[in-house]
């Protein structure tokens, strides 16, 4: 049935009311289906704009392990329309069905169509103008991009024709995008084909391929023209270009071409890993976990790479075996990189990426687009440098080049009349390049914002620099020569726009950024900004501009950040820092609060309190699957320092880079302590939270954050690492404000004997010593034998290791005392009089003892850690379940210690609840409501308590509905999270909604076997 649906979303629009009828009813009655339901009834009603259709259906829904039917009654849907599904009625008593994904994208492709074809809905086209559904692209936030194409009068529209519909997570349509408006010109042409055929050839040099199309240009009323397409060897190599002609006048128009070309960097990755194909004797360099993604010998006529041994490359710089290792590694990046940061499948978003060849040669790089809508037909080529001792092929280049096959592929492709179109696609590969960079963390390539900068490949260091374009002799700012500008200098606006609104223009750390307009910009990070740029390239339409990519950006802010104006204004302010001009811009407000809350009786009890100085506010869950993210990227950067993190290392430098980039995003104040150990340089990351308690009350969380020089140190200590990371991401995302600040640091060189904590403690003066009221250390907290062991070896420290305890009493886990003996990096602050304290999941013992075990379901008379100081310590030797508690038990702590309030200060709060008890059965939904109404002064809700039993939590995905339909995750599933029960106060902000009304928690379970109960759910005012 989900192969059905795929089919309905390659097919063209519906056409008469029955079809329509029909899909609508496939579409959304797909779910558990058997086979396609046979109608009882199909009712239509059709007024004002407005489509309703409903259809009777009898099916057996399929369940696992079961040969139970369940029967579903009638189902609704209204589309209105805007293109909203508004209604989603099930009229059956029994469990409601949820729809899946694909179905999900379904309906939401269904609102498009309804939107581009419908009458009234605010689409503006012309009555000779068709509009066909080409691609439909999920991408994250629940939005949903679905690209259209246009004819006029059945000729094509080559440029500016696309529409571009978007739609969020509740199938709303929530705008669209057109390259023009309506056209008006002739469609008889006066030029003959063979004019407009000689006119192309006197603009690029080859041969034509195929005849001439008469088209259309849609600038103003439209441009009547001929299309050639010429393919041969331009100024700067091979070239298929596309070049326009003037229908009426035979005058040249412009052209784009199909062929990208760049220059890049011969830098070598070094040893890494490669997934091939294959087996003893004759493995292949193809991955079948990417595509099929290969890369061939260009300079043997596009053979394969074939090896006897899966042992590739000697690391010599013109060996082409070792620049195909290097371009291979690096599109294995960028495709991991499209489908972890932005949801994208492959450089077409359908499983398919270019070919690649290595052996160019030329002193270049270029990537070469089919327009066929299918990567897989696409190239992507790399030389060599000018004195032949490199390739051209390091991550930042080869992902630029990938980068110009996401412009192909996304909605407008490539094509354009002006080299600003052009200027724009290469300027996105260098920010695909410098993400790239940022994704794989390489020690030997570091992360930067400088394009191709170690080939060096003319002698003049950088190819570009998109903090200051202008250093390679590129514009920084736009003007109106733009459009006649080459096209790699023309890229640099938007690198320029693009690095302001990562980093800004003074960022600490990095190179200062000139502004055009002379204003300070302050950078919402890369990551962000990434994601912001993607979705704009989401909504681009052939012949793109700067002032429509300004706008399609802006655009896209809104909808990523609907309830804050903060990112909008640094995007909007990056433009005006380059002089791109307004056109049509967005604007954004943030609604004011003015919901209030009270119980409704006789419905769910509420009970308002008033505790002296206010309630303590309860820690939120914390997302295990963020923390083990924090691990694979340790574990990545590991692998590229030949298997390790130690002191000293380019890989401990990584490592900490990494952290330090979370946390400076996330708003904390950082600063990388320097010290020496062993004659190596030693560095501590130290990061304080402002405006967030008094800083001269100080609690402070720490854990080491090397390794050991064999093995890559995942559990010891990638575990407290990435724990307390995610505690501090946490912490600041919250908006948490305690009695006393906090802080969190991040040790080097404890293997060398605690040298980094050693030297921190050393150099704070005595005031500083007595500001920090409690250190708290996390060591090695997710061995896979795991204890819950909890330090008890500072007698100072005793009020931390309650606040620890209590902690894994509210995850319902028997916690254990255990003294470390100054073992671990507590101990220079214990010996400076600071009470200390922390949790581990091992002692000094070396096994598990039988109550152990018993206590803790664990292995007994086996290590805690068999990997520990082994190169075996990867992230397969990691427990998620007590990565997770511990991580959860240092949130818990540090809420209690810094004293975070519950919102509302002395004037108390109002719980409002409802003790309904819901079965949870496999594979079900259950939703239950609390109404909220009264009068009074205006409250918002900030926090929700749930209370679940359920044998495996990770298999439960939970959300709070508001009133209007906002969604609000509380908890996402994991199949790693193998622990009992839910039991959790998440905050969230809900300022910007309306209290009054019905609030729904949404428990879905996602698997079978497992089943449990709703005990009760609170709303927290």
């Given at each position: 049935m989900q192969e059905w649906i795929r089919e309905q979303l390659r097919s063209p629009l519906p056409g008469s009311v029955s079809q329509r009828c029909r899909r609508y009813r496939f579409v959304i009655r797909a779910s558990g289906a058997l086979k396609p339901p046979r109608p009882r009834l199909?009712?239509?009603?059709?007024?004002?704009?407005?489509?309703?259709?409903?259809?009777?259906?009898?099916?057996?829904?399929?369940?696992?392990?079961?040969?139970?039917?369940?029967?579903?009654?009638?189902?609704?849907?209204?589309?209105?329309?805007?293109?909203?599904?508004?209604?989603?009625?099930?009229?059956?008593?029994?469990?409601?069905?949820?729809?899946?994904?694909?179905?999900?994208?379904?309906?939401?492709?269904?609102?498009?169509?309804?939107?581009?074809?419908?009458?009234?809905?605010?689409?503006?086209?012309?009555?000779?103008?068709?509009?066909?559904?080409?691609?439909?692209?999920?991408?994250?936030?629940?939005?949903?991009?679905?690209?259209?194409?246009?004819?006029?009068?059945?000729?094509?529209?080559?440029?500016?024709?696309?529409?571009?519909?978007?739609?969020?997570?509740?199938?709303?349509?929530?705008?669209?995008?057109?390259?023009?408006g309506p056209l008006q010109v002739s469609t008889s042409a006066k030029v003959s084909a063979k004019k407009a055929k000689a006119v192309a050839l006197g603009k690029h040099q080859g041969t034509v391929r195929g005849e001439p199309t008469l088209g259309v240009i849609a600038e103003g009323d439209g441009r009547l023209v001929w299309e050639v397409v010429v393919s041969g060897d331009g100024e700067h190599g091979p070239s298929v270009a596309h070049a326009f002609v003037d229908g009426q006048t035979g005058a040249y128009v412009g052209s784009w071409d199909e062929v990208a070309r760049g220059t890049g960097n011969g830098h070598y990755n070094e040893q890494v890993h490669l997934d091939t194909t294959g087996s003893a004797g004759r493995f292949e360099l193809r991955d079948p976990t990417r595509g099929n993604m290969r890369t061939l010998n260009d300079a043997a006529s596009g053979t394969p790479f074939t090896d006897a041994d899966d042992v590739w490359g000697n690391g010599v710089g013109s060996d082409l075996v070792t620049g195909a290792v290097d371009t291979q590694y690096a599109g294995a990046a960028v495709w991991d990189m499209l489908e972890e940061k932005f949801s994208r499948n492959g450089i077409d978003d359908a499983g398919r990426t270019a070919t690649m060849f290595v052996g160019l040669p030329a002193a270049n790089a270029y990537y070469a687009c089919a327009g066929t809508g299918d990567a897989s037909r696409d190239q992507t080529k790399y030389g060599r440098t000018t004195d032949r001792a490199r390739q051209v092929n390091s991550v930042d280049v080869v992902a630029h080049e990938l980068g110009h096959g996401i412009f192909c592929h996304t909605p407008g492709g490539s094509r354009g009349i002006t080299n600003e179109t052009g200027g724009l696609n290469e300027g996105t590969g260098d920010i695909f390049g410098a993400l790239a960079e940022h994704f794989v963390a390489n020690p030997n390539d570091p992360a930067d914002y400088l394009v191709g900068e170690e080939v060096n490949l003319s002698g003049r260091g950088p190819i570009r620099t998109m903090y200051d374009p202008s250093k390679n002799g590129d514009p920084n700012c736009w003007s109106t020569d733009i459009p006649r500008t080459r096209v790699h200098s023309a890229a640099g606006p938007l690198n320029h726009w693009f690095y302001l609104a990562a980093e800004g223009s003074k960022p600490a750390g990095k190179p200062a950024s000139p502004t055009c307009n002379g204003t300070d910009v302050t950078g919402i990070g890369l990551w962000q900004a990434g994601e912001i740029y993607y979705h704009a390239l989401l909504r681009k339409t052939s012949g793109w501009t700067y002032t429509q990519a300004r706008k399609a950006t802006l655009d896209a802010t809104r909808e990523l950040y609907p309830n804050s104006c903060a990112e909008f204004n640094v995007i909007k302010a990056a433009w005006n820092a380059v002089s791109v001009p307004a056109q049509g811009d967005p604007t954004c407000t943030t609604g004011t609060p003015t919901p209030t809350a009270s119980p409704s009786a006789p419905g769910p009890s509420s009970s308002p309190t008033s505790p002296p100085g206010g309630e303590p506010a309860a820690a939120p869950d914390i997302d295990g699957a963020k923390v083990e993210a924090h691990l694979e990227e340790l574990g990545r950067i590991a692998a590229a320092n030949g298997g390790n993190r130690a002191h000293g290392t380019p890989g401990y430098r990584a490592s900490l880079d990494y952290v330090k980039g979370e946390l400076d995003a996330a708003g904390y104040n950082t600063r990388i302590q320097q010290f020496n150990s062993g004659g190596k340089p030693g560095f501590n990351l130290i990061a304080d939270l402002p405006d967030r308690g008094d800083h001269d009350k100080v609690v402070m969380l720490g854990a080491h954050l090397d390794s050991v020089d064999i093995g890559p140190g995942i559990n010891d200590n990638g575990s407290g690492s990435a724990g307390i990371l995610e505690v501090a991401l946490t912490y600041a995302a919250s908006g948490a404000k305690g009695d006393k600040a906090i802080r969190f640091g991040w040790w080097g060189a404890e293997e060398d004997g605690l040298v980094g904590s050693k030297a921190y403690v050393t150099s704070l003066s005595a005031a500083e010593r007595e500001s920090i009221t409690a250190y708290l250390n996390f060591d090695m907290i997710g061995s896979p034998n795991p204890g819950y062991f909890v330090y008890n070896d500072d007698a100072k420290g005793d009020f931390i290791t309650e606040a620890l305890e209590e902690g894994f009493a509210a995850e319902d886990v028997p916690s254990e005392g255990v003294s470390l003996r100054g073992r671990s990096d507590h101990a220079p602050f214990m010996a400076v009089g600071i009470p200390s304290g922390g949790t581990a999941t091992l002692s000094l013992v070396p096994v598990m003892s039988q109550a152990q075990a018993a206590k803790w379901n664990g292995k007994a008379g086996q290590p805690f850690d068999p990997c520990y100081h082994r190169n075996c310590d990867t992230v397969e030797n990691i427990s998620t379940a007590a990565l997770d508690t511990h991580t959860d038990v240092a949130a818990y702590a540090a809420w209690k210690l810094t004293g975070v309030h519950a919102a509302g200060g002395s004037e108390g709060s109002t719980h409002v609840t409802n003790n309904t008890h819901f079965p949870i059965r496999d594979r079900s939904v259950v939703e239950s409501p609390i109404t909220v109404q009264r009068d009074g002064p205006a409250q918002a809700v900030r926090e929700v308590k749930v209370d679940i039993v359920h044998s495996y939590r990770g298999n439960l995905e939970i959300h709070l509905l508001a009133p209007d339909g906002t969604e609000y995750l509380i908890k996402r599933p994991s199949r790693l999270d193998r622990a009992d029960d839910v039991k959790l106060t998440k905050p969230i902000d809900s300022s910007a909604e309306k209290t009054d009304g019905t609030w729904k928690l949404r428990v879905r379970d996602l698997h079978s076997g497992n089943i449990g109960t709703l005990r009760s759910w609170s709303l927290i005012f």
């Amino acid at each position: 049935m989900q192969e059905w649906i795929r089919e309905q979303l390659r097919s063209p629009l519906p056409g008469s009311v029955s079809q329509r009828c029909r899909r609508y009813r496939f579409v959304i009655r797909a779910s558990g289906a058997l086979k396609p339901p046979r109608p009882r009834l199909c009712a239509i009603q059709q007024s004002n704009g407005v489509l309703e259709m409903t259809t009777l259906v009898k099916h057996a829904k399929k369940r696992r392990n079961t040969r139970r039917k369940t029967l579903i009654g009638g189902v609704i849907v209204t589309v209105q329309a805007a293109g909203a599904i508004i209604a989603l009625g099930y009229t059956s008593a029994s469990e409601l069905p949820e729809l899946d994904a694909l179905e999900r994208l379904a309906i939401s492709t269904a609102a498009a169509d309804q939107y581009v074809s419908g009458t009234s809905t605010g689409f503006v086209k012309g009555e000779d103008e068709k509009y066909s559904r080409q691609q439909v692209t999920p991408a994250s936030r629940g939005l949903t991009y679905v690209t259209y194409s246009r004819t006029y009068k059945d000729l094509p529209v080559f440029v500016g024709g696309e529409a571009v519909v978007v739609t969020d997570s509740k199938s709303t349509v929530r705008s669209s995008t057109a390259g023009s408006g309506p056209l008006q010109v002739s469609t008889s042409a006066k030029v003959s084909a063979k004019k407009a055929k000689a006119v192309a050839l006197g603009k690029h040099q080859g041969t034509v391929r195929g005849e001439p199309t008469l088209g259309v240009i849609a600038e103003g009323d439209g441009r009547l023209v001929w299309e050639v397409v010429v393919s041969g060897d331009g100024e700067h190599g091979p070239s298929v270009a596309h070049a326009f002609v003037d229908g009426q006048t035979g005058a040249y128009v412009g052209s784009w071409d199909e062929v990208a070309r760049g220059t890049g960097n011969g830098h070598y990755n070094e040893q890494v890993h490669l997934d091939t194909t294959g087996s003893a004797g004759r493995f292949e360099l193809r991955d079948p976990t990417r595509g099929n993604m290969r890369t061939l010998n260009d300079a043997a006529s596009g053979t394969p790479f074939t090896d006897a041994d899966d042992v590739w490359g000697n690391g010599v710089g013109s060996d082409l075996v070792t620049g195909a290792v290097d371009t291979q590694y690096a599109g294995a990046a960028v495709w991991d990189m499209l489908e972890e940061k932005f949801s994208r499948n492959g450089i077409d978003d359908a499983g398919r990426t270019a070919t690649m060849f290595v052996g160019l040669p030329a002193a270049n790089a270029y990537y070469a687009c089919a327009g066929t809508g299918d990567a897989s037909r696409d190239q992507t080529k790399y030389g060599r440098t000018t004195d032949r001792a490199r390739q051209v092929n390091s991550v930042d280049v080869v992902a630029h080049e990938l980068g110009h096959g996401i412009f192909c592929h996304t909605p407008g492709g490539s094509r354009g009349i002006t080299n600003e179109t052009g200027g724009l696609n290469e300027g996105t590969g260098d920010i695909f390049g410098a993400l790239a960079e940022h994704f794989v963390a390489n020690p030997n390539d570091p992360a930067d914002y400088l394009v191709g900068e170690e080939v060096n490949l003319s002698g003049r260091g950088p190819i570009r620099t998109m903090y200051d374009p202008s250093k390679n002799g590129d514009p920084n700012c736009w003007s109106t020569d733009i459009p006649r500008t080459r096209v790699h200098s023309a890229a640099g606006p938007l690198n320029h726009w693009f690095y302001l609104a990562a980093e800004g223009s003074k960022p600490a750390g990095k190179p200062a950024s000139p502004t055009c307009n002379g204003t300070d910009v302050t950078g919402i990070g890369l990551w962000q900004a990434g994601e912001i740029y993607y979705h704009a390239l989401l909504r681009k339409t052939s012949g793109w501009t700067y002032t429509q990519a300004r706008k399609a950006t802006l655009d896209a802010t809104r909808e990523l950040y609907p309830n804050s104006c903060a990112e909008f204004n640094v995007i909007k302010a990056a433009w005006n820092a380059v002089s791109v001009p307004a056109q049509g811009d967005p604007t954004c407000t943030t609604g004011t609060p003015t919901p209030t809350a009270s119980p409704s009786a006789p419905g769910p009890s509420s009970s308002p309190t008033s505790p002296p100085g206010g309630e303590p506010a309860a820690a939120p869950d914390i997302d295990g699957a963020k923390v083990e993210a924090h691990l694979e990227e340790l574990g990545r950067i590991a692998a590229a320092n030949g298997g390790n993190r130690a002191h000293g290392t380019p890989g401990y430098r990584a490592s900490l880079d990494y952290v330090k980039g979370e946390l400076d995003a996330a708003g904390y104040n950082t600063r990388i302590q320097q010290f020496n150990s062993g004659g190596k340089p030693g560095f501590n990351l130290i990061a304080d939270l402002p405006d967030r308690g008094d800083h001269d009350k100080v609690v402070m969380l720490g854990a080491h954050l090397d390794s050991v020089d064999i093995g890559p140190g995942i559990n010891d200590n990638g575990s407290g690492s990435a724990g307390i990371l995610e505690v501090a991401l946490t912490y600041a995302a919250s908006g948490a404000k305690g009695d006393k600040a906090i802080r969190f640091g991040w040790w080097g060189a404890e293997e060398d004997g605690l040298v980094g904590s050693k030297a921190y403690v050393t150099s704070l003066s005595a005031a500083e010593r007595e500001s920090i009221t409690a250190y708290l250390n996390f060591d090695m907290i997710g061995s896979p034998n795991p204890g819950y062991f909890v330090y008890n070896d500072d007698a100072k420290g005793d009020f931390i290791t309650e606040a620890l305890e209590e902690g894994f009493a509210a995850e319902d886990v028997p916690s254990e005392g255990v003294s470390l003996r100054g073992r671990s990096d507590h101990a220079p602050f214990m010996a400076v009089g600071i009470p200390s304290g922390g949790t581990a999941t091992l002692s000094l013992v070396p096994v598990m003892s039988q109550a152990q075990a018993a206590k803790w379901n664990g292995k007994a008379g086996q290590p805690f850690d068999p990997c520990y100081h082994r190169n075996c310590d990867t992230v397969e030797n990691i427990s998620t379940a007590a990565l997770d508690t511990h991580t959860d038990v240092a949130a818990y702590a540090a809420w209690k210690l810094t004293g975070v309030h519950a919102a509302g200060g002395s004037e108390g709060s109002t719980h409002v609840t409802n003790n309904t008890h819901f079965p949870i059965r496999d594979r079900s939904v259950v939703e239950s409501p609390i109404t909220v109404q009264r009068d009074g002064p205006a409250q918002a809700v900030r926090e929700v308590k749930v209370d679940i039993v359920h044998s495996y939590r990770g298999n439960l995905e939970i959300h709070l509905l508001a009133p209007d339909g906002t969604e609000y995750l509380i908890k996402r599933p994991s199949r790693l999270d193998r622990a009992d029960d839910v039991k959790l106060t998440k905050p969230i902000d809900s300022s910007a909604e309306k209290t009054d009304g019905t609030w729904k928690l949404r428990v879905r379970d996602l698997h079978s076997g497992n089943i449990g109960t709703l005990r009760s759910w609170s709303l927290i005012f």
